[in-house]
């Protein structure tokens, strides 16, 4: 993908809804087919240290431990998925591959053996430092005010990325939130080329 297939102008905001929401629909829709085949599916995910459970980092994201657990992260989902698809569904695109792959990769590399990690919040954390971190990569200010007021919103939950909650799989926190940062920065690419930041907030 190039630089300049990631500046195009981004979205309208009912079509940066609509995706927005379509891929947290796609979510449900895994959870009820999940839940339909009894759980089964929660087993494909993430397995530290185990070759098999290497597959699990393409499905991780896609499966919750429960309704519960889907609504929890559905609308932080929503909401930091909407702002992220304004700036156009490649930027989006491209954010999301890489926070789901470094999320992934440093579950399985530092999590707990014998555990298995799903759900989308490793997704919800790179999002999150990906828009409190891009503005100030980029310096542009309408980018800035977006990372104050989503800091200001969510900011309370980067504490996941700490160990001490038990069942909670605070390496893909972790992991997610540096894939959001190294997004931000190799993404946005701040001074480096100021080209790279004609894209809507």
Known sequence: MTQSALTRTGPSWAQAGVW?????????VAEIVDTLLGN????EGIRPGNPDGLSGIAFAPLLHGGFGHLVANSVPLLVLG?????????????VTTLVWVVAGV??????????VHIGASGLVFG???????????????????VGFVVLMMYGGAL????PGQPGVSWQGHLFGAVGGVLAAWWLSGGRRD???DRYRV
């Open 127 to 145: 999002w999150l430092t990906y828009l409190i971190v891009r503005g100030f990569v980029t310096r542009r200010p309408g980018q800035i005010a």
């Open 20 to 28: 927005s929401a379509g891929f947290v629909a796609v979510l449900w």
């Open 194 to 196: 100021e080209r790279v």
């Open 159 to 162: 504490w996941g990325v700490l």
């Open 106 to 115: 440093g579950t399985w590399l530092f999590g707990g053996i014998g555990t």
């Open 40 to 43: 089964r599916l929660d087993a």
């Open 82 to 94: 909407f702002l992220i698809l304004l700036s156009g569904v490649a930027r989006w695109v491209a």
